[in-house]
T-cell receptor, first 113, second 110 residues
């Protein structure tokens, strides 16, 4: 049973560039949430997708955008990268309405130089 | 969303039982309590979840008093590999997103 798969595992980008991170949810899950985790901090909620629409959003600027595809997979896009965007980006999947059953991926480590 | 408060860090020794308490005074009737474990550079991993009284699985126990304003994660006979950050979360159906606090950094000593 495949869990949550994220790609790539590591990424180095230059300030001002754009990046796309990808997530495949656990089989049977239909909701994808994205989190940003800076070093030494807890994960911060970015947004959540269900039925290809953004359902909820945390306190992140519009530079952060996402997409969910018909197969429930999701992308996180970040434009105009800042040094402060360097973090571990986590994807979590769940079944809608059952948010206490989150499964997390191993994350994508983004370094902005 | 119910806010949670837990100790920033704890130290213990191999073979000991470790109890981490989480305070959630504003927990709602429909909220569940969930604990996650996270190792460096990995995603959080579900440990245990409960609504009231006591829940036990193969790795931990969760104790929830009648007023549900706190909960205690109990890890029996810890080993060095239990060194990690432990997060207590409170959430229910009415709010689909889950919000992490700072977690408790548990350090197991030999």
């Amino acid at each position: 049973d495949a869990g949550v798969t994220q790609s790539p595992t590591h990424l180095i980008k230059t300030r001002g560039q754009q990046v796309t991170l990808r997530c495949s949810p656990k089989s049977g899950h239909d909701t994808v949430s994205w989190y940003q985790q800076a070093l030494g901090q807890g994960p911060q909620f970015i947004f959540q997708y269900y039925e290809e629409e953004e359902r909820q959003r945390g306190n992140f600027p519009d530079r952060f955008s996402g997409h969910q595809f018909p197969n429930y997979s999701s992308e996180l896009n970040v434009n105009a990268l800042l040094l402060g965007d360097s973090a571990l980006y986590l994807c979590a999947s769940s079944l809608v309405g059952l948010n206490y059953g989150y499964t997390f991926g191993s994350g994508t480590r983004l370094t902005v130089v | 969303l119910a806010k949670t408060t837990q100790p920033i860090s704890m130290d213990s020794y191999e073979g000991q039982e470790v109890n981490i308490t989480c305070s959630h005074n504003n927990i709602a009737t429909n909220d569940y309590i969930t604990w996650y474990q996270q190792f460096p550079s990995q995603g959080p991993r579900f440990i245990i979840q409960g609504y009231k009284t006591k829940v036990t699985n193969e790795v931990a126990s969760l104790f929830i008093p009648a007023d549900r304003k706190s909960s205690t994660l109990s890890l029996p006979r810890v080993s060095l590999s239990d060194t990690a950050v432990y997060y207590c979360l409170v959430s229910g159906n009415r709010d689909d997103k889950i919000i992490f606090g700072k977690g408790t950094r548990l350090h197991i000593l030999p």
